[in-house]
């Protein structure tokens, strides 16, 4: 997917069972939906676990350092919640579609695997944007 301008492009390996599904319109359409979403959310994985360790534990010091001087027991559940909105943002499946914010992206996907009836999976994406190291 190219986005308009030219300057920033997204790949996305959409796996399905079989060639008849892949050269479906409605497959075809979830992937340029899904390529459009990390062409304007930039996420870091496609789920929480593919996310590198480091900055996991980056985020967390840094969510627990703006919570410091609050109890214990709060101070958790104050990361906590920084930590699911940390995810809710950089987690493909995660995020708000941004065509329809009232479904997430793994909602979307269920839907087509619905319509489609087979089973489908975001396995991997790649985003480059000019002038971006």
């Known amino acids: 997917y190219i986005h308009t301008n030219g300057k920033l492009g997204v790949m996305v390996e959409l796996n399905c069972e079989t060639d008849f599904v892949a050269k479906n319109e409605v497959f075809q359409q979830l992937l340029k939906d899904i390529c459009m979403q990390v062409a304007a959310t930039r996420p870091l994985a496609v789920k929480r ?32 919640g920084k930590m699911d909105s940390f995810y809710k943002e950089k987690c493909l499946l995660e995020q708000p ?32 944007e000019v002038g971006e190291c």
């Open 49 to 80: 676990e593919d996310i590198p360790g480091h900055i996991v534990e980056e985020q967390k010091k840094i969510f627990s350092e703006e919570a410091k001087g609050k109890p214990a027991n709060i101070l958790e559940k104050i990361t906590s």
């Open 97 to 128: 579609f941004i065509k329809d914010n009232t479904q997430t992206i793994q909602d979307l996907l269920v839907a087509n695997i619905a319509k489609i009836g087979e089973n489908i999976k975001i396995n991997r994406f790649v985003r480059f």
